[in-house]
């Protein structure tokens, strides 16, 4: 194995390793989400993402905090989407035929 290749699976480990953990690093976060450390202090300093600052200076993430914020605004897959239309369109005809009915028995009564 070449340097390179012992370099990347060392990244790799530690990646994982980090995953392990309950409290984090800004230098661990940036890591961890790939975000950029700029990124992440604009983050921080705009109240985006839930941080720690035990004495006013350094920077402490919890790793629920992170993974939350990692999956705000899921995008549905299109079979979610479509499993979601065809329930929304049938609750809509039962709906209709339930008025439907109701304005039927009152017609006849």
Do not use: C, W
């Not at 230098?27 to 600052?53: P, R």
């Not at 993974?67 to 239309?85: C, D, I, P």
Request: net charge positive; proline share 1%.
């Amino acid at each position: 194995m070449n340097l390179e290749t012992i370099e990347h699976r060392l990244s790799i480990i530690e990646n994982m390793l980090i995953g392990t953990k309950e409290i984090l690093t800004f230098d661990e976060v940036a890591n961890y989400t790939g975000l950029s450390k700029s990124y992440l202090y604009k983050l921080t300093s705009t109240g985006q993402i839930a941080h720690f600052k035990p004495k006013g200076k350094m920077l402490y993430f919890n790793i629920k905090d992170i993974q939350t914020f990692l999956q705000q605004n899921r995008v549905l897959s299109n079979s979610e989407l479509e499993t979601k239309a065809t329930h929304y369109v049938t609750l809509k005809k039962g709906a209709k035929s339930d008025v439907n009915h109701i304005f039927n028995q009152k017609n006849k009564g």
